[in-house]
Structures are given as structure tokens and as C-alpha cells.
């Protein structure tokens, strides 16, 4: 009796597992904590939200800004994307500029980034060298202690996107014939 209760409890985890995840390298992420890979670089959305200036929190996110930035109107808002990165080679590999970034809704309408001083910025994304296995946000950085433990890539965006949801970052690796992609909260 024993042997037979043992037999069914394995069978039934063994069968509870089969298929309950993602592979975290599929070449499109679902969602928060996946992980893609983009041009020998593995990138990984820690969170995406919509930032509030008025927060203490958020304020800090949208330092840098280019001088002469409009802050959003009636039908805009502040849109964070915090991304992590990992040089998974054995050779040193660039992580992709904002400029390699952006958004688009089901539509098919792209959204671009708003560039962010990184020397003001401490959270600011930039394209980084890193060493084999090196990370960014780098370890014992500002960034890396912050709340979402990523670096931002700031978007302006019309409230509309809220109709034309899922959103998803396109990650334009340098040399790659595709977009890695990541859906996105909003």
C-alpha cells in the first residue's frame, strides 16, 4: 500500500510540473523576470510601470532629462522600462543603447525613448561594455540597491496606448537579422 501511494504521489508531481513554465530563454518573454537574449547579451525586464514625477521615488528616475523637456500633458504619461542585463559569453560583449529600444503597440506604432543624461542619471540605461559574466546595472552600484534593481529606458507615451495593448519592447540588437521582444505591463 505504501508503495503504491508512493508511486501515484511521484507520478502526480512529476506530472504537475510537466509544462507549468517557460523555457527563460524563449525568444519572446511574457513578461517580468523572463529573460531574452539580444546580440550574445541576455536582457531581463525587472519591472515596466507608469512613473509619477510628484513621487519621491519616481522623481529620482527622471533626473537628465534633456533641457527644454515638455513634462507630460492631459493625454501623456511617463512610461519606465527597467531592464537588466548579463554577458553570458566568454568574450567581452556591448550591451544596446536606448537607441536599440523601443516600444510598440498593437497597432504597430513604435515609441522611442526619451534619452537620459547617465552622468546626472544614476539609474539611466546606456550602452556598456561588460566583461564575460559581468552584469548591468554593475554590482554595488546606485542602481543595482535601487527598488527595481535595473537601470531605466524612459518613455513619453499617449495615454491611447491603453487601447492598443500589449505593449512590447523590441530589444534591435546590433547584427541580429530580428527584435527580441518583451511584453509589457501597462
Known amino acids: 500500500m505504501r508503495l503504491r501511494l508512493l508511486a501515484l504521489v511521484t507520478l502526480s508531481l512529476g506530472l504537475a510540473a510537466c509544462g507549468s513554465g517557460q523555457h527563460p530563454f524563449d525568444a519572446t518573454a511574457e513578461n517580468n523576470g523572463y529573460y531574452v537574449r539580444a546580440g550574445g547579451v541576455t536582457y531581463q525586464l525587472q519591472i515596466s510601470r507608469v512613473l509619477n514625477r510628484f513621487s519621491i521615488e ?13 513634462t ?23 550591451t544596446v543603447s536606448p ?4 516600444i510598440v503597440d498593437t497597432q504597430g506604432t513604435k515609441y522611442y525613448p526619451v534619452p537620459l543624461d547617465s552622468s546626472v542619471n ?5 550602452a556598456l561594455a561588460l566583461s564575460p559574466l559581468g552584469t548591468e546595472p554593475g554590482p554595488d552600484t546606485t542602481a543595482s540597491f535601487g527598488p527595481t534593481q535595473g537601470e531605466i529606458v524612459l518613455f513619453k507615451l499617449p495615454t491611447a496606448v ?13 547584427g ?3 527584435p527580441s521582444s518583451i511584453s509589457l505591463d501597462l
Open 72 to 94: 507630460p500633458g492631459a493625454k501623456e504619461l511617463w512610461y519606465g522600462v527597467f531592464l537588466w542585463a548579463k554577458n553570458n559569453t566568454h568574450h567581452p560583449a556591448t
Open 162 to 174: 491603453y487601447a492598443n495593448r500589449p505593449l512590447t519592447l523590441e530589444i534591435n540588437a546590433p
Open 176 to 178: 541580429e537579422s530580428h
Open 58 to 70: 519616481d522623481h529620482q528616475y527622471l533626473t537628465g532629462l534633456p533641457g527644454g523637456t515638455a
Open 122 to 126: 544614476q539609474f539611466a540605461w546606456r
Open 99 to 102: 537607441n536599440d529600444l523601443y
